[in-house]
């Protein structure tokens, strides 16, 4: 219990110093004196959580790194709830929780078992097949072992006062070992895989992930990432690649939507949502989105010039919802005007689970006072979210292209994604359809008759250089 303990030190401590603040009666001592108080309680707890995770490291350490770690897997499981209980309830019993959790699993599974941290548990198990090249018997052992904990688990019922009022955990976990590739040397390395898995169980809203091959990469991805995002801006690595718009009608290119690619060690192009994460992490989205936008407008202009593009040509642009809150349209209009684009012809992309933030329908306010257009991006036929529509008044709804009619779908469906599209225009939307993949779906998406579409059957995204020959080579209109 020495959070608690550490816990009551603070409060102690805060009611002293509120005390001698009261004596001096000067408010911004009261306000020192407080914010130091506060202060020292967050610290002591960080403090306490680092030596925690010091003396599992040191444990796990001394009893593992001489050993073959390719006949090893890691279970890292978080009890999720246990901030909760302090919260509401009692600020001893999220500790009580994981103690007694803790020297269950112990005792269960003996010294295999290490405390993590104030809600993490890391339990290291030996294979019983020691052979790396079968990945699927190694895969289902680890699930298996990891089930039945995690059931254990959730079985425990914990009563501190041995009353009839009893609490649970919640567990969550994630698991890793070495693959095929044995690319992870120490115990720690497998542990930091474990953890990756638990947090991709937990985004996924799983009870357990097991790292596969797939899974290593994402992970080693991602590390790649962190390391070397800043290097990415110092060497301009990251640029727009652009997917055309087609009038469905005539089937002629009428717009480009700007899609942000990192274009790494120049051989490799890496979507955005691979490194968003980080990049929001490290607050560099709003900088990468700059970027972006000077070179979307820097190309539109060029397209002008060279007539590729007619002078009605809509840019869509993808900002970050960073970036979108936080953008400044004195800014805004200060670059358009430097690339001498008539502002109704820029349009910014919003996702549909981005209304919710007062910050965001703010700024798209601003966008809209200031001459800009709005779209609202991957809108699903099912989304109840129409009174946001309503009120916003976007200029164009593009719907999700999981939305859009397959051979699958039932008439129901196909109905609902008519009526949508059917009801954007008597809201006085434009409706585009995204997600075009094949002759199948082009077909239907002319039958419904939204005015845009949008998908890969036509072209990938593509940089400027390959897109400047796209829009010169269907100048007129492709024919499909």
């Known amino acids: 219990m020495a959070r608690s303990k550490q816990i009551y030190i603070g409060i102690i401590l805060l009611l002293a110093l509120s005390i001698i603040s009261s004596i001096f009666q000067h408010d911004y001592i009261v306000t020192f ?32 790194n001489n050993k ?3 006949n090893y897997f890691v279970v890292f499981l978080q009890i999720t709830n246990l901030s909760t209980y302090s919260q509401f309830y009692d600020i001893n019993l999220s500790d009580y929780i994981m103690e007694k959790t803790y020297k269950l699993l112990k005792k269960r599974l003996h010294n295999n078992v290490f405390l993590y941290s104030a809600d993490q548990i890391v339990i290291i198990n030996e294979f019983e097949n020691k052979t790396v090249i079968n990945q699927l018997l190694r895969t289902n052992e680890q699930i298996e072992k990891t089930k039945k904990i995690l059931n254990y688990i959730n079985r425990l019922r914990f009563s501190p006062n041995n009353n009839l009022e009893y609490y649970q955990a919640k567990v969550i976990g994630g698991t890793g070992s070495n693959g095929m590739r044995d690319q992870l040397t120490t115990i720690e390395s ?14 996924e809203n799983k009870d357990l992930l097991v790292a596969t091959e797939e899974t290593r990469i994402i992970k080693e991805d991602i590390d790649s990432f962190n390391q070397e995002i800043e290097k990415g801006i110092e060497f301009d690595e990251f640029n727009p690649h652009f997917l055309p718009i087609f009038d469905t009608n005539k089937m002629k290119i009428v717009g480009c939507e700007s899609l942000l690619r990192w274009e790494k060690n120049e051989y490799r192009i890496i979507e955005a949502a691979k490194f968003k994460d980080i990049a929001n992490e490290k607050n560099l989205f709003g ?13 539109y202009q060029s397209w002008l010039q060279k007539d590729l593009i007619d002078s009605d040509f809509t840019l869509t642009i993808n900002l970050a919802k960073q970036s979108l809150e936080s953008i400044q349209i004195n800014e805004l209009i200060s670059l358009t005007d430097k690339y001498k684009i008539k502002r109704k012809y820029i349009e910014f992309d919003i996702s549909e689970q981005d209304l919710v933030s007062d910050q965001t329908l703010l700024a798209i306010s601003k966008i809209k ?16 979210n129409l009174r946001s529509l309503i009120n916003i008044g976007f200029d164009t709804l593009k719907l999700s292209r999981t939305s859009l009619p397959t051979n699958d779908s039932n008439e129901t469906e196909y109905h609902l994604y008519e009526s949508l599209i059917k009801f954007s225009r008597l809201m006085g939307y434009k409706v585009m359809s995204k997600g075009i993949e094949n002759k199948y779906q082009l077909e239907i998406a002319k039958e419904l008759k939204p005015d845009l579409i949008q998908g890969y059957y036509f072209t990938p995204p593509l940089n400027d250089m390959r897109i400047r020959g796209f829009l010169n080579k269907y100048r007129s209109g492709i024919l499909v």
Do not use: P
């Not at 972006?292 to 407008?297: A, G, R």
């Not at 006072?369 to 109840?384: L, W």
């Open 33 to 64: 004196l407080s914010a130091f108080g506060i202060g020292l309680i967050t610290y002591q707890l960080r403090v306490n959580e680092d030596v925690k995770l010091v003396i599992a490291k040191n444990a796990i350490n001394r009893k593992y």
């Open 68 to 70: 073959d770690v390719n």
């Open 190 to 203: 497998i542990i930091k895989l474990a953890h990756f898995s638990m947090l991709k169980a937990k985004k």
């Open 287 to 299: 900088t990468i989105d700059r970027i972006i936008l000077e070179k979307s407008f820097k190309s």
């Open 369 to 384: 006072a200031a001459g800009y257009k709005v779209s609202i991006d991957a809108f699903y036929a099912s989304s109840s």
